[in-house]
C-alpha cells in the first residue's frame, strides 16, 4: 500500500496550493478519504474528507476556502486550498479508511501518507 502526496510548499498568505495524494496497492474507489494536517505542536486533525460515493465533509475552519476531490480512475485525492492563512501551516496528510465519508477520528483510517509540508506566510 503507498499513498504519496505532492504539492505542498510555501505560499504567501491569500494563495492558493493544490495537493495531491496518489494511491496504490488497494482498491481506491472501494475507500472512503480524507486529508488531515499537523501544525508544530498541536494534535492531528481531520480537514475534509469525501466519500467512497463522493459525499464531502469540512471542517469549519476552511469551508468555504478548501475542496476536496478525487479521481477514481486515476486513484488520486486532491485538495484545492485557496485564500490560505498562516494558522493553515502544518504538514499535510492523505488517509483511507473503510467506513463512510467524513470520519473525523484518525484511528479509524487504515492507511496514511508520508505527508506534505504546507507553509502560508503572513
Known amino acids: 500500500v503507498l499513498l504519496a502526496e505532492s504539492g505542498g510548499g510555501l505560499s504567501h498568505a491569500g494563495g492558493s496550493l493544490r495537493l495531491s495524494c496518489a494511491v496504490s496497492?488497494?482498491?481506491?474507489?472501494?475507500?472512503?478519504m480524507g486529508w488531515f494536517r499537523q501544525a508544530p505542536g498541536k494534535e492531528r486533525e481531520f480537514v475534509a474528507g469525501?466519500?467512497?460515493?463522493?459525499?464531502?465533509y469540512y471542517v469549519d475552519s476552511v469551508k468555504g476556502r478548501f475542496t476536496i476531490s478525487r479521481d477514481n480512475a486515476k486513484n488520486t485525492l486532491y485538495l484545492q486550498m485557496n485564500s490560505l492563512k498562516p494558522e493553515d501551516t502544518a504538514v499535510y496528510y492523505c488517509?483511507?479508511?473503510?467506513?463512510?465519508?467524513?470520519?473525523?477520528?484518525?484511528?479509524?483510517?487504515?492507511?496514511w501518507g508520508q505527508g506534505a509540508q504546507v507553509t502560508v506566510s503572513s
Open positions: 496497492g488497494f482498491t481506491f474507489s472501494d475507500y472512503s
Open positions: 469525501i466519500g467512497w460515493n463522493f459525499d464531502l
Open positions: 488517509a483511507a479508511t473503510p467506513f463512510a465519508g467524513g470520519v473525523i477520528t484518525a484511528s479509524d483510517y487504515d492507511y
